[in-house]
């Protein structure tokens, strides 16, 4: 008998593979996370997990992949009006396009990312985005 995980328990799984290098491991408990996030309705966990199956697409030089996690994390951010969640996911779209090489992009994704959080209030995260910029 399998056990049932919840959300949170698989995004943790799936953060101490990608900390392993176990990249596929990681994938796949996102994707359930995401999964029974959907299932529920739950849009932020579902972009949560997305988002991190993004990260893990940059890690491994996918490139398409990765933007296609982001761009599905930032629809749902749209449609739920969640800037929080979409100012994160707009630091990881930064991310990917510094991992490419484009500075010019990078530089704009993240300088929406801190906008956001300025407004929002969120400083420890605007000092994060502001960080990976530099």
Known sequence: ?????????????????????EYEEALEAFDQARSLS???GDRAAEV???GNMGVVHVGLEN???????FDQALDICEEADDQLN?????GNLGMLYARQGD??????????AIAIFRELGEAGFEQD??????
């Open 1 to 21: 008998m399998t056990k049932e995980y919840t959300v949170s328990e698989l995004q943790e799984q799936g953060r101490d593979a990608y900390r392993a290098g």
């Open 38 to 40: 959907a299932g529920a």
């Open 48 to 50: 949560e997990a997305l």
């Open 63 to 69: 490139w398409d992949e990765a933007r296609r996690f």
């Open 86 to 90: 979409r100012a994160k996911v707009l």
């Open 103 to 112: 500075e010019e992009s990078a530089a704009g994704a993240y300088e929406q």
């Open 129 to 134: 985005v502001a960080g990976q910029m530099s």
